[in-house]
């Protein structure tokens, strides 16, 4: 084996999402002779990139201010707010949480969004590498984090070399920062190795399903925002709906449920394609298509769930700190925010050391302080989380107590132990049938030949324990369909669908034996989302 190609620079940043770009902004911004790179595991800037999203513009203002002049091609200013409590049939509108109010607020695609920043980093000297993904971690004699290995390109499923075999670059740097979003998997392994979450709660998640919709002229208020609870949750599922209209008679819609449910049969993309389907928001789609959907996983442990942020040579940032305010349904500002903190720290120190308290004492911190208990409360039941949110937000969270948080692998209750809620589902008659047709809209792609990058340390749990006690609810969290148990000759076993996955993260987090990991694919596969 040759030795491995290196390049060398001053910080390597990992991940092309909005912390990441950001970052490589604000310190080009600062020390224009620093040499910075980005690294980004999809195909395009923005592929691989899906949010609701409203979001707060202050941080967008101070990294650019003239960004409004020439904003992102989806920008669509916040007009009105509607907050929903939905039943079966119907429902009633509900005065809307102050943290919710979005006047002055911009709706954007978070992908669209990212696009829009990559060349204005490029211009100020970044390099950026899409398709090219971190599959590995570089480490010193010190143990420090000295930066990242490149995935090889056209290795066979059996590991076999093809013949396009490209051996993956070494990227070398003083400094690392992570900015992978939600469950990184080389932040994951920086978690465990440095033991960073060991004076802080277990993280959680939620999972996040949105499609973009063309419909019918007419129908559309651009800047309207919608957002609902109640029906097709059950009262001890945390569940909620987005709406927001868009331009050219466009709305992008989507349902979050917060992976600690507790029932094994729960399934959040059905979840989702119900509340299509309820009388406010099927009549909005009917005669409309579908231009793109996807799945993603959501941080939401806040305050409590925070791990150390910076160990040596490296240091996290935005969703991948775990940064987004659930309350407010929003991270986008906080990782804009969060990165130009860090961007500022490495400036005037140049070293990862000290950045931890220094986030800990910035005004992001202190945003998650104050509704560190409202998401905690709904696993209490909604009627409870309503209240307690209620409470916090008159307290303005100056509870003397905080709710902790439990891993989401271990909320889930066995088959004969749980009693199962009445759905009260409804037929469903809008696109898509299922989950494989929804993949197609995700535009998806990954090379069948190629190693599966969903790693199952022993799928002997899967067809004994997990079928007995669980029923293989992997088969059922999946927006994907990634998951089958199938029966042959050889009796019953795991397949695994690598080539449909969108890369949500929902298996590694969800699994309840946690022999499911996420690693990264070859760099440029996955979902190609437009405009999510």
Same mark, same amino acid.
């Given at each position: 084996?040759?030795?491995?190609?290196?390049?060398?620079?001053?910080?390597?940043?990992?991940?092309?999402?909005p912390a990441g770009?950001?970052?490589?902004?604000?310190?080009?911004?600062?020390?224009?002779?620093?040499?910075?790179?980005?690294?980004?595991?999809?195909?395009?800037?923005?592929?691989?990139?899906?949010?609701?999203?409203?979001?707060?513009?202050?941080?967008?203002?101070?990294?650019?201010?003239?960004?409004?002049?020439?904003?992102?091609?989806?920008?669509?200013?916040?007009?009105?707010?509607?907050?929903?409590?939905?039943?079966?049939?119907?429902?009633?509108?509900?005065?809307t949480p102050p943290?919710?109010?979005?006047?002055?607020?911009?709706?954007?695609?978070?992908?669209?969004?990212?696009?829009?920043?990559?060349?204005?980093?490029?211009?100020?000297?970044?390099?950026?590498?899409?398709?090219?993904?971190?599959?590995?971690?570089?480490?010193?004699?010190?143990?420090?984090?000295?930066?990242?290995?490149?995935?090889?390109?056209?290795?066979?499923?059996?590991?076999?070399?093809?013949?396009?075999?490209?051996?993956?670059?070494?990227?070398?740097?003083?400094?690392?920062?992570?900015?992978?979003?939600?469950?990184?998997?080389?932040?994951?392994?920086?978690?465990?190795?440095?033991?960073?979450?060991?004076?802080?709660?277990?993280?959680?998640?939620?999972?996040?399903?949105?499609?973009?919709?063309?419909?019918?002229?007419?129908?559309?208020?651009?800047?309207?925002?919608?957002?609902?609870?109640?029906?097709?949750?059950?009262?001890?599922?945390?569940?909620?709906?987005?709406?927001?209209?868009?331009?050219?008679?466009?709305?992008?819609?989507?349902?979050?449920?917060?992976?600690?449910?507790?029932?094994?049969?729960?399934?959040?993309?059905?979840?989702?394609?119900?509340?299509?389907?309820?009388?406010?928001?099927?009549?909005?789609?009917?005669?409309?298509?579908?231009?793109?959907?996807?799945?993603?996983?959501?941080?939401?442990?806040?305050?409590?769930?925070?791990?150390?942020?910076?160990?040596?040579?490296?240091?996290?940032?935005?969703?991948?700190?775990?940064?987004?305010?659930?309350?407010?349904?929003?991270?986008?500002?906080?990782?804009?925010?969060?990165?130009?903190?860090?961007?500022?720290?490495?400036?005037?120190?140049?070293?990862?050391?000290?950045?931890?308290?220094?986030?800990?004492?910035?005004?992001?911190?202190?945003?998650?302080?104050?509704?560190?208990?409202i998401k905690p409360?709904?696993?209490?039941?909604?009627?409870?989380?309503?209240?307690?949110?209620?409470?916090?937000?008159?307290?303005?969270?100056?509870?003397?107590?905080?709710?902790?948080?439990?891993?989401?692998?271990?909320?889930?209750?066995?088959?004969?132990?749980?009693? &199962? $809620?009445?759905?009260?589902? /409804?037929?469903? @008659?809008?696109?898509?049938?299922? +989950?494989? %047709?929804?993949? !197609?809209?995700?535009?998806?792609?990954?090379?069948?030949? &190629? $190693?599966?990058?969903?790693? /199952?340390?022993? @799928?002997?749990?899967?067809?004994? +324990?997990? %079928?007995?006690? !669980?029923?293989?609810?992997?088969?059922?969290?999946?927006?994907?369909?990634?998951?089958?148990? /199938?029966?042959?000759?050889?009796?019953?076993?795991?397949?695994?669908?690598?080539?449909?996955?969108?890369?949500?993260?929902?298996?590694?987090?969800?699994?309840?034996?946690?022999?499911?990991?996420?690693?990264?694919?070859?760099?440029?596969?996955?979902?190609?989302?437009?405009?999510?």
């Open positions: 084996m040759s030795e491995r190609e290196t390049m060398e620079y001053d910080v390597v940043t990992v991940g092309a999402g770009l950001a970052f490589a902004i604000r310190l080009k911004q600062l020390k224009q002779d620093v040499r910075v790179c980005v690294i980004e595991k999809a195909s395009t800037i923005g592929a691989h990139i899906l949010s609701g999203a409203v979001i707060e513009p202050q941080p967008l203002d101070a990294l650019l201010p003239g960004w409004r002049d020439h904003p992102p091609p989806i920008c669509v200013p916040a007009a009105e707010d509607e907050f929903w409590w939905l039943t079966r049939t119907g429902g009633f509108r509900l005065p943290q919710m109010k979005n006047h002055g607020n911009f709706i954007v695609s978070l992908g669209a969004l990212c696009a829009w920043l990559a060349p204005q980093a490029e211009a100020l000297g970044v390099e950026i590498y899409p398709g090219f993904a971190a599959a590995d971690l570089l480490y010193d004699d010190q143990g420090a984090v000295c930066g990242v290995r490149i995935g090889d390109m056209g290795v066979a499923k059996n590991g076999s070399h093809k013949p396009g075999y490209t051996q993956g670059i070494d990227i070398k740097a003083p400094l690392t920062v992570l900015a992978e979003g939600a469950r990184g998997h080389l932040t994951k392994r920086l978690v465990a190795k440095y033991r960073l979450d060991a004076e802080s709660d277990p993280q959680t998640y939620s999972i996040g399903i949105k499609e973009l919709w063309q419909v019918p002229a007419g129908r559309v208020k651009p800047g309207k925002i919608v957002h609902s609870v109640g029906w097709p949750a059950d009262s001890r599922t945390y569940g909620g709906s987005f709406l927001y209209h868009l331009d050219k008679d466009r709305v992008a819609l989507g349902y979050v449920s917060g992976l600690d449910y507790t029932d094994p049969l729960y399934q959040p993309y059905e979840a989702f394609q119900q509340w299509k389907h309820h009388p406010h928001v099927k009549p909005l789609l009917e005669g409309g298509e579908i231009l793109s959907a996807g799945a993603r996983a959501i941080v939401t442990g806040g305050w409590q769930s925070l791990p150390k942020v910076e160990m040596p040579g490296a240091l996290l940032i935005g969703d991948g700190a775990g940064l987004l305010n659930v309350p407010k349904i929003k991270g986008t500002h906080q990782a804009i925010r969060s990165a130009m903190l860090a961007a500022e720290h490495i400036a005037e120190k140049s070293t990862a050391a000290g950045w931890d308290a220094r986030l800990r004492a910035s005004p992001a911190m202190e945003e998650l302080r104050r509704v560190r208990n409360g709904f696993k209490k039941g909604v009627y409870f989380g309503m209240l307690n949110a209620a409470w916090e937000t008159i307290t303005d969270g100056f509870s003397p107590w905080t709710w902790r948080n439990k891993a989401d692998y271990g909320t889930l209750e066995k088959l004969g132990r749980y009693e &199962q $809620p009445k759905r009260d589902y /409804v037929e469903r @008659t809008l696109p898509p049938r299922d +989950r494989l %047709a929804g993949v !197609y809209f995700a535009a998806t792609q990954h090379d069948e030949d &190629q $190693p599966i990058h969903l790693r /199952v340390a022993d @799928t002997q749990v899967c067809v004994t +324990r997990c %079928a007995e006690e !669980y029923g293989n609810p992997c088969t059922r969290f999946c927006p994907a369909g990634v998951y089958e148990m /199938v029966e042959d000759e050889a009796g019953k076993r795991l397949q695994i669908n690598a080539a449909n996955c969108v890369h949500c993260k929902t298996c590694d987090i969800k699994d309840p034996y946690e022999v499911i990991t996420w690693v990264t694919p070859e760099g440029g596969s996955g979902p190609n989302y437009q405009n999510l």
